[in-house]
């Protein structure tokens, strides 16, 4: 028997959606690996330029004017930068594969596959324009309460000795708490109406954003609740078998990154295995929770899809089954 979209149902679908016994487990064991391997190799081409940041933020520290340790810091982000600007597109690109591959699962009842094509372009618009939509909510207003004194303290950052300065910077953060405390609910709200983009623009192959307020029509608070209900018991979760491999995994992998002074001690670190080991286990064990984070939240958004009042994947099964 077919039934309509519940709170109950949308919070179970990542349990009883198809290959409920195999995807999570498979897809977070990828999401892992691809990762690990993508950014392990990333790491290796720019050693160099890492250990040099390394260096420029301990002669910073030394720094006795302090117009000298931002210069050695602007530096180390002049170095950084090329290779912040390669991660954040190749994360861009793996979040849109992986994304994909999980509404295929919860819209078509897909097994896990990974690729690049149609689908994922189209979820890689629908992310971007996600993305905007914090930065105009939250990082904007954000900017404008904190910007001018992020750019007086790069500008000038001996004047920042003084009280008068420390006290004005202070009250800037309390006034960003009060801003987020107004903002969030805010946000909340969008972020939640507007879920369902993910999984309609998978359903319908072309990209759907603001359509999605369509499908949460009236379905706010079970879309919301069932979404926070599996973000908070997954993260509990998560932190806590990521805290235990931490507390085994790290002290041996921390130890070996003592006195590191130049870049070819930290590439012959990077493929030692005291370092390898140890780090390659953790960072295994992080990303595979939250590999299977990521696909589980976003499955009572994607069952509304299937719910579209409009006409859904259910309903038209239903109608199918009458013809």
């Known amino acids: 028997m077919i039934r309509g979209f519940t709170f109950e149902r949308a919070l179970s679908w990542p349990f009883t959606a198809p290959h409920a016994a195999s995807f999570p487990w498979i897809f977070g064991a990828a999401y892992a690996v691809v990762f690990i391997a993508v950014f392990g190799f990333i790491t290796m081409m720019g050693a160099g330029d890492f250990a040099e940041w390394i260096n420029l933020v301990e002669a910073a520290e030394g720094a006795t004017n302090p117009e000298d340790g931002m210069d050695a810091v602007l530096a180390g982000f002049g170095l950084l930068m090329p290779w912040i600007i390669l991660s954040s597109i190749v994360s861009w690109v793996i979040w849109a594969m992986f994304e994909t591959a999980s509404q295929r699962r919860y819209i078509r009842g897909e097994r896990f596959s990974l690729g690049f094509g149609a689908d994922e372009l189209r979820m890689m618009v629908v992310g971007l324009l996600w993305s905007l939509l914090g930065l105009v909510i939250i990082g904007v207003p954000i900017f404008l309460t904190m910007g001018s004194t992020f750019i007086a303290l790069f500008t000038d950052p ?110 012959a670190l990077i493929f030692s295995p005291a370092f390898l080991v140890p780090m390659s286990i953790y960072f295994f064990i992080t990303l595979f929770i939250q590999g299977v984070l990521q696909h589980a939240v976003g499955g009572p958004a994607a069952f509304a899809v299937r719910h579209d009042p409009r006409g859904g994947i259910e309903a038209d099964a239903q109608i199918g089954a009458f013809d």
């Open 158 to 267: 001996a004047g920042f000795e003084s009280s008068a300065s420390i006290e004005q910077v202070g009250l800037q953060v309390l006034g960003i708490f009060f801003v987020m405390l107004i903002l969030l609910p805010v946000y909340t709200f969008f972020a939640t109406r507007l879920a369902p983009c993910f999984g309609l623009t998978v359903k319908e192959q072309r990209i759907r954003f603001f359509d999605a307020w369509n499908v949460s029509r009236g379905r706010f608070w079970p879309i919301f609740g069932a979404y926070a209900i599996l973000a908070v018991a997954g993260s509990i979760i998560g932190q806590v078998i990521v805290g235990i491999a931490q507390t085994i995994m790290m002290p041996s992998a921390l130890r070996s990154v003592e006195n590191i002074e130049s870049s070819e001690e930290l590439r």
